[in-house]
């Protein structure tokens, strides 16, 4: 009875709103500081972080666990950089931290199974019910990190809503007169794309000769570096040189020299609608983009010796309502047409072991600071305000 | 002078002002003769000489101090007297404001009384100081009306005033032994928790108990299904409340009740809610859900919730525009020309 009634007293304290959880007041200063005054002591770790590095021997019993990318790795296998949030979460831990989960777990199982002789899988990962924040642009992180350790050669579209808004110069494309080039957005992929597959441009030869102007040309046999260096410095040449390492890799990843991984992010862009105008401001259609036509025919299953992952995510979507989330609903019907069949995989809030470890994690890095954070009644406020969304959880517990 | 410096509600103040209230009540006569004096001789500022003896042996060294009257000192002594005629209209129970000197003059009439009563009862040894405060939570004096019906006469505000006060004063002294005369002017206020309504519990097909209640908020009204036994999931409208409430302080608002009875978790919750806007839709759920919840828990935890303001409807609603206004409360510019 005591007890009861003092933990209502404790309750009725509660009162003052100052006094919940999520607030979290820490100046970045005190938290270095923290971090400076800690002695590294690895042990804690061992409940939500495991010491397997390697994707390629992640299992079930990894399930929930964290584990560390080397940061040299970050660099080369995401140049680009992660999505926004996550990066900062690795600026401020000084490591990159990813949670083993099931979907991604399946994704590799999979990939580990692929027969490469058969046309490429195309693997979708969507969440339910118009759920954000699930973890879908991580589970692909993870299986490109996979891929990378394996030797792949990864084709990685970060976000493709950025190649269909907010894009400027546009220029009507020399090769074919009725698309348009994006030169930015198409430099700086190849920029990315150089920096994560060194090795293989000197390897991979090109099978046909490239004309880019009177003076330049790329001859035939030459390694696909060059392709890659040309759109780099002549920025007008840019999309092209993309349309031809996709097209050069598409054809010559049957051979088996490499394996191919081709992952987008918000796939749905290729099919929807753009916000870009035409000098008469009359609106564009997707296919009418270089860059969108050439990806839409890499994601399509007639080639073989790789595979393909592709994300659905409306928040980046144009014209798409906020609850919308089936594939049919995200793609259309011409996308839906395109990429069927896929294999859908679903994405999902955080179990209670996989949330209990996140924030055993924050609670390791010294990132919770509130005394309650500890305890069970603070974890269960912590549950009830993120309903146990991976994306609303780092929210509430990020600074303010 | 007079001592008018007492404290009141003392005994020992009565001896004390008795003592140098008499001498006061003599040289009353002395003064107001005095004082009208000076004010008919306010512009002048000659010394009045009264007692003009002259002889200055020590016998009389008193009275030669009190025969310079200056006109401050006369000041002073009025004052004096006002300040005395306050403590003493205190003490009465009456009205400092309207005390006349009949009043004082009933006054002393009444506490050279009282203290020949006092002195016959502390011979006796009946008398105490305790004071009785238990009998009177939960009721409440009557009201002026109510007084007036009971006694079927007019009664003026002060002394309906001065009735509740003599009242007060008779209930602190004597141990309380008029306490049933002074019963028979108070009345019982109902505790406001006895009111509090609970929801009875019911049971659907599966045999899962349930609870239902409404809620409002603004123009907000909510109806809540709170189970008994669940997970801690919440749907609104079909939709997952993390969907439909995607600001945390919504969200916080639906926590509030469950986070305080330490129910986090343990309760499954349907509710529909239309109208109003976000926060009022989330304050009228939390309500509905609150009033769900009392037919779960206990009657102190009842209570406790009615006290921390979770079973209370939030009466504000919007204020209405006011013509010459802009807003509610929000004037026009003010522009001096």
């Known amino acids: 009875m005591l007890k009861r009634m003092t933990r209502l007293v404790s309750g009725a304290r509660q009162l003052d709103p100052g006094r919940f959880l999520h607030g979290e007041p820490q100046a970045p200063q005190s938290l270095a500081a923290h971090l400076d005054n800690q002695v590294p002591d690895e042990s804690p770790r061992a409940t939500s972080c495991t010491s397997e590095d390697d994707p390629a021997r992640h299992g079930e019993q990894h399930e929930g666990q964290h584990y560390r990318i080397p940061l040299q790795d970050l660099r080369t296998v995401f140049p680009h950089g992660l999505p926004p949030r996550f990066g900062m979460q690795v600026r401020t831990f000084n490591e990159a931290c990813l949670m083993v989960r099931k979907p991604a777990l399946e994704l590799l199982r999979y990939l580990k199974n692929t027969n490469f002789a058969h ?15 699930t973890g879908k642009t991580l589970s692909l992180c993870h299986v490109i990190h996979f891929c990378a350790k394996q030797d792949w050669l990864i084709l990685h579209i970060p976000d493709a809503h950025l190649w269909v808004k907010n894009c400027r110069g546009l220029l009507q494309s020399a090769y074919n007169k009725l698309r348009f080039d994006q030169p930015v957005e198409a430099s700086s992929w190849l920029k990315d794309f150089k920096t994560a597959n060194e090795r293989f441009l000197s390897q991979i030869k090109v099978q046909e000769k490239y004309v880019w102007n009177k003076r330049e040309s790329t001859e035939k046999g030459r390694p696909l570096g060059e392709v890659v260096e040309q759109g780099l410095t002549r920025v007008k040449n840019a999309t092209d040189a993309v349309g031809i390492v996709l097209k050069e890799l598409k054809s010559q990843s049957g051979s088996g020299a490499f394996r191919l991984l081709v992952a987008v992010d918000g796939v749905n862009a290729l099919w929807g609608r753009t916000t870009l105008r035409r000098e008469d401001k009359s609106p564009m259609a997707p296919e009418e983009l270089a860059l969108v036509h050439g990806l ?15 994300t ?3 928040t980046g979507s144009l014209f798409k309502p906020r609850k919308a989330y089936l594939p049919q609903e995200l793609l259309g019907k011409e996308g839906f047409d395109a990429l069927d069949p896929f294999i859908p995989i679903l994405v999902s809030n955080y179990s209670p072991e996989e949330f209990e470890s996140c924030v055993q994690y924050y609670l390791e890095n010294s990132w919770l600071q509130h005394e309650k954070a500890q305890t069970q009644e603070g974890k269960k406020e912590l549950l009830f305000l993120s309903n146990a969304n991976p994306g609303q959880l780092e929210r509430l517990c990020a600074y303010l | 002078m007079a001592a008018p410096c007492v404290s009141c509600g003392a005994a020992a103040s009565y001896r004390l002002f008795l003592g140098g209230g008499v001498s006061l ?30 002889v200055t042996t020590k016998k009389n060294v008193a009275a030669l101090r009190r025969e310079t009257y200056t006109v401050d000192f006369i000041k002073k002594q009025i004052e004096e007297f006002n300040i005395g005629k306050r403590h ?18 009933e006054a002393y009439g009444k506490l050279l ?9 502390q011979a006796k040894g009946l008398f105490s100081e305790k004071t009785k405060t238990k009998n009177l939570i939960g009721s409440r004096w009557l009201i002026k009306e109510e007084l007036e019906e009971m006694l079927v006469e007019k009664l003026s505000d002060q002394d ?13 002294l004597y141990g309380g032994a008029e306490e049933e005369f002074v019963q028979r002017f108070r009345r019982s206020v109902t505790i406001q928790s006895k009111k509090q309504l609970i929801e009875p519990v019911q049971y659907d097909e599966q045999g899962m108990a349930f609870s239902t209640s409404e809620g409002k908020r603004k123009s907000a009204k909510a109806e809540a299904v709170v189970y008994e036994h669940g997970s801690g999931k919440i749907k609104v409208n079909g939709i997952d409340y993390l969907l439909y409430f995607p600001v945390t302080q919504d969200r916080e608002q639906l926590m509030f009740p469950f986070c305080f009875l330490d129910r986090l978790g343990e309760h499954d919750v349907t509710c529909t809610v239309s109208g109003g806007g976000r926060s009022s839709q989330a304050g009228a759920i939390r309500l509905a859900v609150a009033r769900a919840l009392c037919s779960f828990v206990t009657k102190e935890e009842v209570e406790w919730m009615r006290q921390a303001g979770l079973l209370t409807a939030d009466p504000r609603v919007r204020e209405r525009k006011k013509p010459g206004q802009e807003g509610a409360r929000r004037k026009f510019t003010w522009k001096k020309r």
């Not at chain 2, 002048?44 to 002259?54: A, E, M, N, P, V």
């Not at chain 2, 400092?96 to 000197?101: C, D, G, K, S």
């Not at chain 2, 009384?113 to 009862?121: G, R, V």
Request: neutral net charge; aromatic residues 6%.
């Open chain 2, 25 to 54: 009540a003599r040289r009353q006569g002395v003064w107001k003769a005095a004082a009208a004096e000076l004010q008919t001789g306010a512009g002048f500022q000659i010394l009045r000489l009264r007692h003009t003896t002259g």
């Open chain 2, 113 to 121: 009384e009282a203290e020949k009563h006092q002195n016959q009862l």
């Open chain 1, 312 to 314: 659905l995510s409306q």
């Open chain 1, 296 to 310: 839409r025919k890499m994601v399509r299953n007639d080639w073989h010796g790789g595979a393909i992952v592709l």
């Open chain 1, 119 to 133: 046309p490429a899988v195309r693997y979708v990962l969507c969440a339910l019910d118009g759920e954000t924040g």
């Open chain 2, 88 to 105: 003493l209209a205190n003490m009465m129970g009456e009205d400092p404001e309207t005390f006349t000197q009949e009043d004082i003059d």
């Open chain 2, 160 to 172: 309906y005033a001065q009735f509740i006060r003599l009242l007060e004063r008779l209930l602190t």
